[in-house]
């Protein structure tokens, strides 16, 4: 059979597509901006139809509605990374989260998780029938390999995307067609505190380093303040519109990459539709499996790998929270620690973690010890640069002593008192 008339005899209303998941069922769907929330609010129109069925993804860019109270007894999220529509759930005990390294999510799917069904969202196929899972690969491509059943939202506006991104029609069970924009992330907002926290980590990359840039506003927002670099390279789990912007000044060119040269290394994206138009059909960028794209192993191969990270929470030994707020799970691991491990065996290679001295202007993030119930993401023996607004703090091979001074001197002056009062009782000396 051709791959055409497969796609023909596959294809299906939703109703129809939804009716192959069943109670019980472990449902794999991608996420972030890729998420196939057309057939996901499919799913939750026909709640009735079904009893404990679990949604598993890491980012939520969408509602969620699965979530939603009362939607226990059908839905149970399990999130491998949560968001602001996923939060309240498990916190209150609807849904779940499950730790993980973001390289090791794949894995999770041949032992701990098998899948049952995958849902994607994938672009119009290519001349031989493959269909590309664009913007994001991640861990859906082992997803889509190791599910019994694929559903799959055909949607012309998702970019085909080269490098390891394509499935043939033959793997896919259910096509459903639907036109629609994808989800957007819209850039950060700078402010004078994104400014300074931009210049001090503009001063720890040089040319011709590759990029790692982690989630949330901070590391997207450094991008403004690198725009005198040179041969900047990209080897990231993924990026945002600033990536665009740095290409269009000619400051990102990939070329002193030492792995890929040339190329845009990422395994999911978001951004807008300029960021999506960017990656369409574009010979310089490469995505491939979370699997390769986060292994530390690969991220060590390239040289001078600079990773850009964020975090809610750092004590004065430099133990990293970076998913909770105390007990409460806000978001997840994701690919810090693939990178900071990846960075720290790079030749050449810093890791940063960079965010504003407080949150809300009354919390300090630097504090004493971690509230009780936070979850050290990345330990103190991985821990590099620290950068806040106020300056750098390097810990790496340095004492518990001078970390703690080196992380005062960079906490907001409202702080200091308090932590330096910490100091003199922790060391035994006048700060
Ligand atoms: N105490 C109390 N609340 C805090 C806090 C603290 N120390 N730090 C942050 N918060 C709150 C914020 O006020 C904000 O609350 P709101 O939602 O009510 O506004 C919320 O937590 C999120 O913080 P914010 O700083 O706005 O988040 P962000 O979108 O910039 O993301 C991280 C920051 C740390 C959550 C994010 O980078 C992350 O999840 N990192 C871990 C995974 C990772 O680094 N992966 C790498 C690539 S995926």
Redesign the pocket.
């Known amino acids: 059979m051709s791959w055409q008339t497969h796609y023909a005899e596959h294809t299906m209303p939703v109703e129809e597509a939804i009716k192959r998941i069943h109670s019980g069922d472990r449902v794999v769907t991608g996420h972030a901006c890729g998420e196939p929330t057309y057939i996901l609010d499919a799913m939750v129109a026909h709640a009735d139809d079904y009893e404990n069925v679990e949604i598993v993804h890491m980012v939520p860019m969408g509602k969620s509605p699965y979530c939603a109270p009362g939607m226990e007894k059908h839905f149970r999220h399990n999130g491998l990374f949560l968001g602001?529509s996923t939060r309240a759930a498990v916190a209150e005990g609807r849904a779940d989260y499950t730790p993980t390294f973001?390289f090791e999510a794949p894995r999770l799917f041949s032992t701990t998780l098998p899948v049952d069904v995958a849902v994607v969202q994938v672009s119009l196929p290519d001349e031989e029938g493959n269909f590309s899972l664009g913007i994001s690969i991640d861990y859906t491509y082992e997803a889509v390999m190791q599910a019994k059943t694929v559903i799959a939202q055909v949607n012309p506006q998702m970019p085909y995307i080269y490098g390891k991104t394509t499935i043939p029609a033959e793997k896919i069970d259910c096509f459903v067609l639907h036109d629609a924009p994808l989800i957007e992330l819209a850039s950060p907002k700078i402010g004078p505190v994104e400014e300074a926290i931009g210049a001090n980590v503009a001063s720890l990359v040089h040319d011709g380093d590759t990029l790692q840039l982690?989630?949330?506003?901070?590391p997207d927002a450094v991008l403004k303040f690198l725009t005198d670099k040179k041969d900047l390279g990209i080897h990231s789990?993924?990026f945002s519109d600033g990536v665009v912007d740095l290409a269009e000044a000619g400051v990102i060119t990939n070329a002193k990459k030492s792995l890929h040269p040339g190329k845009y290394v990422v395994t999911f994206l978001m951004g807008t539709r300029r960021l999506y138009d960017f990656v369409d059909k574009n010979p310089d960028v490469y995505m491939a499996p979370v699997d390769y794209v986060n292994n530390p192993f690969v991220v060590a191969q390239n040289d001078n790998l600079v990773s850009i990270?964020?975090?809610?929470?750092i004590d004065l030994m430099g133990q990293v929270a970076?998913?909770s707020?105390g007990y409460k799970q806000?978001?997840?691991?994701?690919?810090?620690v693939d990178?900071i491990r990846g960075a720290s065996m790079s030749r050449g290679g810093r890791s940063i973690l960079a965010?504003p001295s407080t949150?809300?202007g009354t919390?300090s993030?630097i504090v004493p010890l971690l509230d009780e119930g936070a979850a050290v993401?990345t330990s103190r023996n991985d821990v590099d640069y620290v950068v806040t607004e106020y300056g750098i703090a390097h810990l790496k091979g340095h004492t518990l002593r001078q970390r703690a001074r080196a992380l005062i001197a960079i906490a907001h002056p409202d702080f200091r008192p308090q932590l330096q009062e910490e100091y003199e009782r922790r060391f035994h000396e006048k700060f």
């Open positions: 602001g973001f982690g989630i949330g506003a901070i789990e993924m990270n964020a975090c809610v929470q970076s998913e707020i806000i978001s997840g691991t994701g690919g810090q990178f965010f949150t809300k919390i993030k993401t």
